[in-house]
């Protein structure tokens, strides 16, 4: 059991100090969670009695009756519902709620006072305080990258590294965050994103954000702080957002976005442009026989 717990603070030691990680960069904005975990025996730690046991190692929590495995560091004060899983060398803070039917993945960190729905899939990723994630959400699966070699054959780029989610975040149903490939996803803190938002692997996305419903973030996009994205906004891959931008609904961002301000359009142009160019073709319309 000691060995279990030294390993869970080596890994998130590790983790902190990763070149990859944006948290560790010197005088960074984001910060890490901190933890201090346990043996399950002291400090309201308890491991369930041989009957109540699931199988080679895992165990039933006394908080909930979900299922975590021996090697986790569980909080005695989260709760852990009938249903949900926590595997191997995972961490859950303090006041921590996990719904029915989550499996959170083998070392995921997940800090204290988050709650986490039903349904909710979480792997490779790092979650910080007092978020929300809602039901059906799924956190640090791989993006999507492929290539085609030289025989014509489509092949996997690797995915091995991790999503890393900010203080108070919330995260809206059904939306899928994809691990990174050559840098960690990142969201910043209280930040907030709606439902069915699709958010490609190397993602950095900074504080205070509003991403609305049906967003897609296509991968290695860096967006800034305080930006906005109405409904169904796109932004392809290997594009920068400047920070305090608004995009109007169903925009198409192709190319960098260097001044503040708001924007609309496919593709997305300076909100006046776009308005005179809606004028334009409206009268255009309106002339033709």
């Not at 070149?19 to 010197?26: D, E, L, T, V, Y």
Request: charged share 15%.
């Amino acid at each position: 059991m000691i060995h279990a717990m030294t390993m869970a603070g080596k890994r998130l030691f590790a983790f902190a100090c990763s070149a990859s990680n944006p948290f560790s960069q010197s005088q960074s904005k984001y910060k890490l969670p901190t933890y201090f975990c346990f043996p399950r025996h002291s400090s309201g730690f308890s491991a369930s009695p041989e009957d109540d046991s699931f199988g080679d190692k895992f165990l039933k929590w006394h908080n909930g009756g979900g299922t975590f495995h021996e090697s986790a560091c569980i909080d005695s004060t989260a709760l852990v519902e009938v249903g949900a899983v926590v595997h191997s060398e995972s961490v859950v803070g303090p006041n921590v709620r996990i719904g029915s039917g989550t499996i959170v993945g083998p070392s995921v960190t997940i800090a204290h006072s988050t709650k986490i729905g039903y349904n909710v899939t979480l792997s490779n990723c790092c979650i910080g305080d007092s978020c929300v994630v809602h039901n059906g959400v799924c956190i640090g699966q791989d993006g999507f990258g492929f290539y085609v070699d030289d025989d014509g054959n489509v092949i996997k780029k690797p995915q091995t590294l991790n999503v890393i989610i900010g203080n108070n975040v919330e995260i809206g149903s059904n939306t899928c965050i994809d691990r990174g490939s050559w840098r960690d996803t990142v969201i910043g803190d209280n930040s907030k994103i709606d439902n069915l938002v699709q958010i490609g692997h190397n993602v950095v996305i900074g504080k205070n954000c509003l991403l609305c419903g049906q967003v897609g973030i296509a991968g290695s996009a860096t967006i800034g702080d305080y930006v906005t994205m109405g409904g169904r906004v796109a932004v392809r891959d290997h594009v920068s957002i400047i920070s305090k931008v608004r995009l109007a609904a169903a925009s198409f961002v192709t190319k960098d976005i260097k001044e503040p301000g708001d924007y609309g359009g496919f593709p997305a142009v300076p909100i006046h442009q776009w308005r005179r160019q809606v004028a334009s073709r409206c009268q255009t319309r309106v002339r033709s026989p």
